[in-house]
């Protein structure tokens, strides 16, 4: 599974930007994707995830701001991040879950940054 994402850049405080995360080769089996991401100095945390049911889980931090969808038949999740903050600023990565014979398999992708400043 390979995962290109897209959609980064440089925004102002209050500003909107669209991620992409499109997954090419062996996807048979992926249930669920998402994005995390990781500021200097923290951890990867999750930022939303959808599942192949389409309910997803989306950070406390962000639920009023960010929205996850996926367009099934682009194999590609998007992340549609509004009211951007200054602490949003980040590099996110995408990240897609594949089940084989029991066991999940994670795959990431490149990270694109983002920053929120004026």
């Known amino acids: 599974v390979q995962l290109q994402a897209s959609g980064g850049g440089l925004v102002q405080p209050g500003g909107s930007l669209r991620l992409s995360c499109a997954a090419s080769?062996?996807?048979?089996?992926?249930?669920?994707m998402g994005w995390y991401r990781q500021a200097p100095g923290n951890q990867r945390d999750l930022v939303a995830l959808?599942?192949?049911?389409?309910?997803?889980n989306t950070a406390a931090s962000v639920k009023d701001r960010f929205t996850i969808s996926r367009d099934n038949a682009k194999n590609t999740v998007y992340l549609q991040m509004n009211s951007l903050k200054p602490e949003d600023t980040a590099v996110y990565y995408c990240?897609?879950?594949?089940?084989?014979?029991?066991?999940?398999?994670?795959?990431w992708g490149q990270g694109t940054q983002v920053t929120v400043s004026s």
């Open positions: 959808i599942r192949s049911d389409g309910s997803t």
């Open positions: 080769g062996s996807i048979l089996g992926i249930n669920a």
């Open positions: 990240k897609a879950e594949q089940l084989y014979r029991g066991h999940q398999y994670d795959y």
